[in-house]
């Protein structure tokens, strides 16, 4: 049977054309991150961007890129060195390359024997060498610490009950312990696997938000004598919250005397170990069972990247392989490459996120960024001093790593409703976006600093800000006095 005579594909038709096009589209997303320092932080996206329309039966190309290069200014923000909210990574421009790459190879790491397989190897290999896990281990980078934490969780759970849960369920009684500060995402993993969040043991912290190790040990030895099966530790390097790093060393030690699967979420604070500053508080992560951490936080790869470091390769892959007749392997071929990534996790079909992580770390190398790390919790630290020295303001947790929570007091009650419309004073005038938190029942300024661009003058214009938003709103009598 012959082709048609202009066989249709989703190629071009004028391939200079088409270079053309996506240099000029090149050029606006170059644009976009070399001005990520000026103006707004945040913008609300206008209505035209809102706007929802019916699919496009005939396809436009101009107008797709119109509309795209029109996208570009209404991100969340986190581009910009006055960003402050929740924990953001803040990207790099560089990153706009390894990501045209891996677009031009289209490849699904999913498995088989291809190039893109042996970079992710290599970058599972580099997250062993720079957390001190042995050759043996395995590792999977993921798209954030949410599934991360899944992983992690799911291969405790299974070696517990010998990998027997995984046809029977069976998960009765199973349960685990973590802090008060702890990242959501645990208890819904908890929720996910079949355990129940209530199952998740949520143990208090002390005065620097550490988890209670004393408590911990408790509750393990009352759960053993009510029949209960204690299976796993979740310690925090990085709470969310304020930043404390849980004394991981202390939990590392129960673990190994009461037999439990130690899990650290390190979402962003794993990766201070690059940090000279740092690393030594970080003592214990390196006896982890497994380690759930992200790039696209503070190793700023663009979203999203995440990773799961696990020390039992063994188990890891049991809980997860699958390999029916169609994915069979193979020792030669296409289908060779064995073990295959899909082995590791929930998913079949991986896009080529390794490629952006190893372009970050090959053109930047670790010892920038753990520089970069260091200089986000001096930031944190500078802040704290002009909190402290300025009499509108109050910290509210000691700064622990690149967290600083505060609130402005100046002769106002009503405090927690106060400082809650500062911060979205502040975001709608698009000068910061620091986000809030909740500590001792009281709504707090919390300013997170995973920020490459941020200098010690964006923290004084930040501050300056927030004292002139509080002392306005103050006036206007939108809040009590004292
Ligand atoms: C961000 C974060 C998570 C969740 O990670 P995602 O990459 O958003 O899935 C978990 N734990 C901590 C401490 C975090 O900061």
Known sequence: MNDLPNHPSLDP???????ARAHRMLDAAIDQMAQARDGRVWTAAPENIKTLTPPPTKGDAAKSDAQMKALLPYGVGNTHP?????????????????EMVAAAMNANLGGRDHGAIYIEKQVVDWCKSIFGF??????LVVSGTSIATLIALKTARDRMTDFAARKAGGTAGLVGYTSTQTHSCVARTFDMLGLGSDALRKIPVNAAFEIDTEALQAAITAD??????????????????????DDLAALADIAASENLWFHVDGAFGATAIL???IKPRLAGLTRADSIAFDFHKWLHVNYDAGFILIRDADAHRRAFSERPDYLAPAARGL???NPWPTEYGPELSRGFRALKIWAQLMEHGTEKLGQLITQNCDQAQYLAGLVNDDPAFELCAPVALNICCFRYTALATDLSRLNAEIVIQLQLEGVAAPSTTVLSGDTVIRVNITNHRTTYADLDILLAATRKIGAQLVQERKFATA
């Open 275 to 277: 940090s000279d500053k």
């Open 134 to 139: 042995p050759d043996t281990a395995s590792g």
């Open 224 to 245: 053993r004598a009510a029949g209960l099966t204690p299976f796993a530790i979740i310690g925090t390097a990085g709470a969310v919250n304020v930043g404390a790093i």
């Open 335 to 337: 289908a060779a490459g």
């Open 82 to 98: 006055r960003f402050f909210g929740w924990v953001h990574g803040s990207g790099t421009p560089s990153n706009i390359i390894a």
């Open 13 to 19: 038709d004028d391939w200079d054309a088409f270079r």
